[in-house]
């Protein structure tokens, strides 16, 4: 049976990601090899500035790591449709300068924000989620998994635990 998307919130508004603006920490765990069976994380720290954009109806993620030794960075475009309810978010990245092509589209319920796509990984059609955990909005946690199995199970393949910028 297909995986069907869920529906929007009915609370989801422009407001859902506003505890993540300004500047943050960031401890990374993310799996070495995803879809594989792998158990093995690799751990490495980033940091993530969050600002709101387009009157408030828009965000802008950027988000800088080392990945082996080499300067990493990434952008997400975040955008609420107040009709739909809905989020759209595109990430951007230094190591491919395109729009993604599938971005996640999801919504807000009591503080948990659930993102989804259909993509491609290793030549296999895949559902992709991203999940904002912004119940303890001090310490949001992002998290992010795949199923090659139309969604009977997931696979969460990297988690992002956030502490805010004493300078922020």
């Known amino acids: 049976m297909a995986f069907v998307f869920p529906p929007a919130s009915d609370h989801s508004s422009e407001s859902d990601f506003d505890f993540l603006v300004g500047s943050w920490h960031v401890r990374n765990r993310k799996l070495k090899d995803r879809l594989a069976g792998c158990q093995e994380w690799n751990e490495f720290p980033s940091r993530l500035q969050l600002r709101k954009a387009l009157l408030g109806k828009a965000n802008i993620e950027r988000y800088e790591a080392q990945f082996d030794g080499q300067p990493f960075e990434g952008m997400a475009i975040r955008l609420f449709d107040a009709t739909t309810r ?8 230094s190591s491919r300068p395109a729009m993604d092509p599938n971005p996640v589209v999801g919504s807000f319920e009591a503080g948990l924000g659930r993102f989804y796509a259909r993509d491609r990984f290793r030549d296999q059609d895949i559902i992709v989620v991203y999940q904002w955990d912004a119940r303890n909005p001090s310490s949001p946690v992002w998290s992010q998994a795949f199923s090659n199995d139309e969604g009977a199970t997931f696979e969460w393949n990297w988690i992002m635990d956030l502490t805010r910028d004493a300078s922020d």
Request: aromatic share 38%.
């Open 86 to 93: 809905l989020w759209t978010i595109y990430w951007i990245d």
